[in-house]
């Protein structure tokens, strides 16, 4: 017998063998795994777990949703832009909410959804509603998550997992519309009350670049940002801003825009630095839904100012009561709105926005779009 050679026993086969099949029933078979971020605009039903005022599970939120109409959390009619672009990139069942009963598993499969509604990249942010969970603590979540994963599948398999999810981040509209809103208390601007524009711009950016790189940190490669919208073209605003009927907040967008273009900026920047063995795209939000604001009839809408529910004036409430006919709080064609309520867009806008998202130019989405990011080889 060659003693250098020695034969391998039928334990060690068998072992060896079964550690193969177990690490291919581990590893996901998915096409694409999504994990989200942000806040009102891609909660998935995070806030419905929370003693919150901000939350979304009561009629006639999600009649549109599939397949039987009823609530779940989002924030909208039927399926959030993070729902559709998932479905666009091939990511089945929608990423469960983080706080939902048995979600974990669902981290190795589809993903998961760390969303939640009133929340900013800033911790204080949205501490009106009570009851929100911040970007930071958001990543600590995924954190946990993560840990799941290395139980379940090990450390090499979950960086190699990771490596290939597509990581989104949509936040920082709540932290704009608090700092347009002087009654509302947040830490740093009472400390500061002359806090300029510029050096709030700058705040944000810093802290959301930090929580950026600490999901860099724990495995993420392809990052999603996506930028503000126009806010100051939304009912709320326009309403407690007192703008006409057809017009938008240019104080309020101003804003926006130099956040946006700080951000996109810190965006290239960060592609330099970690670059290329992660990428950040950068989605312009921004750009593509002030189109359609301004384009509303070539897009086949017939409203681009009311809400199609809960009314145009304080409280915004969009909400069915005990008695009340569904007619009584919301508009007949919900299709025909560019906004939900006073905050959000429609499913309608949402299908719009995804589209350009995922198969737009430079000009919606840089240095790549979705569907281009869901195919780069890193």
């Known amino acids: 017998m060659d003693i250098r050679n020695p034969p391998l026993s039928l334990p060690f086969l068998v072992s060896t063998l079964m550690t193969i099949i177990i690490n291919l029933q581990i590893l996901p078979c998915f096409s694409t795994t999504s994990f989200v971020f942000g806040d009102s605009l891609v909660d998935a039903g995070n806030n419905n777990y929370l003693v919150s005022l901000s939350r979304a599970d009561f009629p ?43 979600a974990e598993p669902n981290a190795v499969q589809s993903g998961l959804n760390y969303a939640s509604g009133a929340s900013g990249i800033l911790d204080e942010t949205g501490s009106l509603f009570i009851g929100r969970v911040p970007l930071r603590q958001q990543i600590s979540n995924f954190e946990q998550s ?15 997992f990771l490596k290939e999810a597509i990581f989104s981040v949509t936040i920082g509209a709540n932290d704009v519309l608090n700092y347009i809103q002087p009654l509302i208390h947040i830490p740093f601007l ?20 930090t929580h950026l790189k600490r999901l860099h940190g724990l495995g993420g490669r392809k990052f999603v940002i996506v930028d503000i919208g126009p806010l100051g073209c939304i009912p709320f605003v326009r309403a407690i801003k007192f703008v006409p009927k057809g017009k938008c907040s240019v ?3 101003t804003l926006i825009r130099g956040y946006n273009s700080k951000l996109k900026a810190e965006i290239h920047r960060l592609n330099r630095e970690i670059g290329p063995k992660a990428i950040f795209v950068y989605a312009n939000t921004y750009d593509a839904f ?9 897009f086949g ?34 299709g025909k709105y560019v906004f939900w309520d006073a905050y959000h867009p429609s499913e309608a806008t ?11 130019d430079i ?16």
């Open 60 to 102: 006639p939120n999600g009649i549109d949703f599939p397949p039987n109409g009823r609530p779940t959390g989002r924030f909208t009619n039927g399926r959030t832009i993070a729902d559709i672009v998932g479905e666009g990139l091939g990511v089945k069942p929608f990423p469960p909410p983080y706080f939902a009963p048995n």
């Open 146 to 160: 993560r840990r799941h994963m290395v139980k379940v599948m090990g450390e090499r398999n979950t960086s190699k």
């Open 190 to 209: 009472h400390d500061h009350p002359t806090v300029s524009p510029s050096i709030f711009q700058d705040f944000l950016i810093s802290n959301l670049t």
């Open 251 to 253: 104080e309020v967008n």
């Open 290 to 298: 002030r189109h359609i604001i301004l384009n509303y009839r070539y």
């Open 301 to 334: 809408f017939e409203n681009n100012d009311d809400p199609c529910c809960g009314g145009y004036v304080p409280p915004f409430l969009c909400r069915l009561g005990n008695n009340e006919n569904v007619s009584s709080v919301m508009c007949n064609e919900r």
């Open 350 to 360: 949402n299908l719009i926005l995804s589209e350009k998202l995922l198969n737009g």
């Open 363 to 378: 000009t919606v989405a840089w240095p790549m779009n979705l569907s281009q990011l869901h195919h780069y080889k890193l």
